[in-house]
């Protein structure tokens, strides 16, 4: 049977002990909150108090953004006002890599909507490399208006890429200056790895050759910087401050654009280059280079198709001729070995020697020739630079020894740059012992010394040598640094200031030694048997000059080899320096001509188109016969031109 149980004890409630359970449980979740209050008031006050000026920082650099201002290039004109160097406005894209995400595909994304050439990417790269991370990088230089509208478009898929309006350099006058002005290009590893952590690491371009590059500094102006607030989108809303950049100052050059148009187009379809100088301050007032190139090619980064294409050329485009393309002078030596002989005491202007069509050194039975197998007959200082006697030459290097050349032809400003403000020129050479055993490890002979007597054997000017030892002597002996730059500016309003420059240097003591030469270069022209007598005919001014051919072959006994006959790369340069008019000289000039075959024939005409053009700019009208053809002008009809008159020169 089962047991009834009796109803279960009620428990009874203590409310002391639940209040004191309660009080406690209150006074822990109490000092819980105590704590985090401390905590988080703590952290309140180290972000609002202790790291205020960190955090401020860094919120107004998400909010405020540094932007350089890159300057207004300096603009470049001729002496006449005429723009060489222009900017003109366009749109880049950049790129900042750490605010891009993943670069590769942003570039890809980006290769979506705008063109971009796998020389842009080498470059970009390239350039990316050697840039911190928190600077824009260039990717594509010249964007069209369709690009831009893109861009904009999606401009919130691209963190980090911007679209930059900026000023580009162009050269309204394409390659005729492309050897003289020069060209800007892009800024790459080796320019930005130069730069180092200066302002200038802002730059998209920089000066790469030519004037360009000599006044880099001036051209280029000083980087200024803007603040600007933008929103999370990277959107500029407002420029807060700015520190405004300093345009670059503006150049104006000795040049003078029609003279220039002139030189160039006298060579026709030869190479070869001519510096026409104003003898009186040494300005350079055309200086060509054949063939040219075009330097727009270069501003934005040249293709490798483009670029392939010039240096594969064999007539080297790119080869500045008058600064690097030292030759063998040939006979335009002449009128300074005259001088030397003069001014050393070995020789008086009277003096005569005969010249019989060969030159011996005692004991040796090989001869040294004269342009003409019978000789030129007893010939004085003037006739020897008229007529072009080797004779007189020969015999006066061996006098005069090659250590007295030497010093002569040093300062006369051989063998040494001029000076020009352009970087990178060539020195040539002065034949001397001492050149030769360290270049060939060979001793020098007196022949060597009979050859350097008439400009040949080891002896390299360049064109701008040439130029201005030819202004040297239109000028009396006085000369004058050779310059391109003549005026700067510092704004469009302010006035031009002149370049300062050295003053000349006389190379000569005697004044009438330097005339003595002068009257033989105008005989050269002028004289009845002068070699350059045909470019006379039909000038209205008295022109002095000399001719000159650099052998590129040996006539090895044939002595009425013409050069014309030869193939192309046999041939001899042809070579003519000059200055008009010859009793006031405003201009002096030196032409080179490759592969031209005499200098009477080839070179003078050019320099006469020239000196023409410069003369009937600057003085009355001219009358008379000009030359019409590059190469050939007419003979007066009792005049001949003998065959063998400069082969040997």
């Given at each position: 049977m089962a047991m009834m149980r009796g109803p279960r004890r009620q428990q009874?409630?203590?409310?002391?002990?639940?209040?004191?359970?309660f009080q406690r449980r209150a006074a822990i979740g109490f000092l819980g909150i105590a704590v985090a209050m401390m905590g988080l008031s703590f952290g309140y006050f180290r972000l609002q108090v202790l790291q205020h000026e960190e955090f401020q920082t860094r919120s107004e650099a998400n909010r405020i953004k540094p932007r350089p201002i890159v300057p207004a290039r300096g603009l470049i004109f001729d002496r006449n006002g005429k723009l060489l160097a222009d900017n003109v406005p366009a749109y880049r894209l950049e790129i900042v890599p750490e605010q891009a995400g993943n670069l590769e595909q942003t570039l890809a994304a980006l290769g979506q909507l705008v063109s971009i050439s796998s020389d842009e990417l080498e470059q970009f790269n390239a350039a990316r490399r050697v840039t911190r991370g928190f600077r824009p990088v260039s990717l594509k230089l010249r964007l069209s208006e369709e690009e831009r509208d893109r861009l904009a478009v999606n401009r919130y898929r691209f963190p980090g890429v911007d679209v930059v309006p900026y000023l580009t350099r162009r050269y309204p006058y394409g390659n005729l200056f492309a050897h003289v002005v020069g060209y800007v290009g892009r800024v790459d590893a080796g320019d930005l790895e130069a730069m180092g952590d200066s302002k200038d690491t802002a730059l998209t371009h920089v000066g790469k050759s030519g004037l360009e590059k000599s006044y880099e500094t001036a051209l280029r102006g000083e980087i200024g910087y803007e603040n600007v607030e933008q929103n999370v989108e990277g959107?500029?809303?407002?420029?807060?401050?700015?520190?405004p950049a300093k345009p670059g100052a503006d150049l104006q050059l000795s040049i003078d654009v029609d003279l220039q148009r002139v030189a160039m187009e006298a060579f026709g379809e030869l190479d070869g280059a001519a510096v026409a100088v104003d003898p009186r301050n040494g300005e350079v007032l055309a200086m060509v280079s054949l063939p040219m190139f075009d330097p727009?090619?270069?501003?934005?980064?040249?293709?490798?198709?483009?670029y392939n294409m010039l240096t594969e050329d064999l007539s080297r485009p790119l080869f500045d001729r008058n600064l690097h393309g030292a030759t063998v002078p040939g006979s335009t030596v002449k009128p300074f070995m005259g001088l030397a002989?003069?001014?050393?005491?070995?020789?008086?202007?009277?003096?005569?020697?005969?010249?019989?069509?060969e030159f011996h050194l005692p004991g040796v039975k090989r001869g040294f020739r004269d342009a003409?197998?019978?000789?030129?007959?007893?010939?004085?200082?003037r006739e020897s630079i008229a007529q072009s006697v080797n004779t007189y030459y020969y015999k006066l290097a061996v006098d005069m020894g090659i250590q007295r050349v030497d010093e002569y032809m040093d300062r006369y400003g051989f063998g040494r740059p001029t000076g020009i403000d352009l970087i990178g020129e060539s020195p040539g050479v002065i034949p001397s012992p001492a050149w030769k055993r360290k270049r060939f490890k060979q001793e020098w002979f007196l022949g060597d010394t009979v050859n350097s007597g008439i400009g040949q054997g080891y002896w390299l000017i360049t064109p701008m040598q040439l130029a201005q030892g030819t202004a040297t002597l239109a000028d009396g002996g006085l000369r004058q640094q050779l310059h391109l730059a003549r005026a700067m500016r510092h704004g469009f309003q302010e006035s031009w200031q002149?370049?300062?420059?050295?003053?000349?240097?006389?190379?000569?003591?005697?004044?009438?030694?330097?005339?003595?030469?002068q009257e033989g270069m105008e005989g050269a022209v002028n004289g009845p048997h002068g070699t350059a007598r045909a470019i006379a005919v039909g000038a209205p001014y008295l022109i002095a000059g000399k001719t000159g051919t650099a052998q590129r072959v040996s006539r090895k006994g044939n002595i009425s080899l013409s050069p014309h006959s030869l193939p192309l790369n046999q041939r001899h340069q042809a070579l003519f320096i000059a200055y008009a008019p010859a009793d006031n000289p405003t201009i002096a000039v030196a032409v080179v001509v490759e592969h031209g075959g005499f200098g009477a024939s080839t070179a003078a005409p050019i320099a006469r188109k020239i000196m023409d053009a410069w003369l009937i700019k600057h003085t009355t009208p001219m009358s008379g016969v000009l030359p019409e053809t590059q190469g050939k002008t007419p003979l007066p009809p009792d005049a001949t031109l003998d065959p063998d008159e400069e082969p040997a020169q």
């Open positions: 009874m409630k203590n409310p002391h002990v639940e209040a004191d359970q959107r500029v809303l407002r420029v807060i401050n700015r520190d727009n090619l270069f501003v934005n980064g040249i293709s490798h198709v483009d002989g003069l001014e050393s005491g070995m020789r008086r202007p009277e003096d005569k020697i005969l010249s019989t069509g003409h197998a019978g000789g030129h007959g007893w010939v004085d200082l002149p370049l300062p420059q050295p003053a000349g240097v006389r190379i000569a003591n005697n004044a009438s030694n330097v005339r003595a030469v």
